[in-house]
């Protein structure tokens, strides 16, 4: 096998891994909403217990980079794609950092009963999942498109996080003393939201390494 074939070997590779540390992520943020939602306690310390497995592949992936450019001298776009890949983890890691903020609420809250049923926190969840699904098929492909279409998506995140908002600080004001569990379920809220900006970060990271050009996809 030659050097260049050994290269795209390796790098596909390095792309099969970050799609398992993506499904694990994914998985992750649905297991710590649904372990909310169900106050399940048990479910919420598997989320946590699984956080040093996606720990420990945003490691391999980083060295596993670090390999590919030291010794196969990448050219310009192989290189963006290598360093992309290491961002890619990056930001997975972060997004399983606030799977388990939530599933640390779930344990927070045990004895307590739900104030209501959770509706728009459950979508929320799904709706970021579809887009860090998205976010990483668009690195695969390389897909711009694909990869731009992730800021609409996040301006429909942004307003169920703000029909959230206002629905918290409606009960706040009419049962103090369900604050405590209602700004728990507000924080809830906020780390889906930022879940979805990470996606978009790895949607404009996609978009540079396949154009050269950046665009920011936050606005």
């Known amino acids: 096998m030659d050097n260049r074939t050994n290269f795209h070997h390796s790098l596909k590779q390095l792309q099969s891994e970050l799609l398992k ?16 939602a169900k106050l399940d306690e048990k479910r919420a310390r598997q989320v946590i217990g699984s956080d040093d497995l996606i720990d420990d592949m945003m490691q391999d992936i980083e060295e596993r980079c670090l390999r590919l450019i030291a010794l196969q001298q990448p ?10 890949a290491s961002k890619i983890a990056t930001d997975l890691e972060r997004i399983a950092d606030h799977a ?3 599933a640390k609420i779930t344990i927070r809250l045990q004895g307590e009963e739900l104030v209501k ?3 728009d926190i459950p979508q929320m969840a799904g709706m ?4 860090l ?6 690195y695969t492909e390389r897909d711009v ?5 992730l800021a609409e998506k996040d301006d429909e995140v942004d307003k169920l996080y703000s029909s959230v908002l206002n629905d918290i600080v409606s009960l706040m004001s009419t049962d103090i003393t369900k604050n405590r569990q209602l700004s728990s379920l507000l924080l809830v809220a906020h780390f889906l939201e930022r879940v979805a ?7 404009e990271g996609v978009i540079y390494m396949v154009t050269g050009k950046r665009k920011d996809l936050n606005i």
């Open 117 to 119: 049923p959770l509706e």
């Open 128 to 131: 970021v999942k579809v887009m």
């Open 133 to 138: 699904k998205e976010s990483l098929l668009s």
């Open 100 to 102: 388990v903020d939530i």
């Open 21 to 36: 540390m993506g499904s694990l992520v994914e998985n992750a943020i649905f297991e710590a909403v649904e372990s909310l």
């Open 197 to 203: 900006d990470h996606t978009t970060n790895i949607g």
């Open 145 to 149: 498109n694909q990869a731009a279409a």
């Open 75 to 84: 050219m310009a776009s192989d290189l963006r794609l290598i360093g992309m």
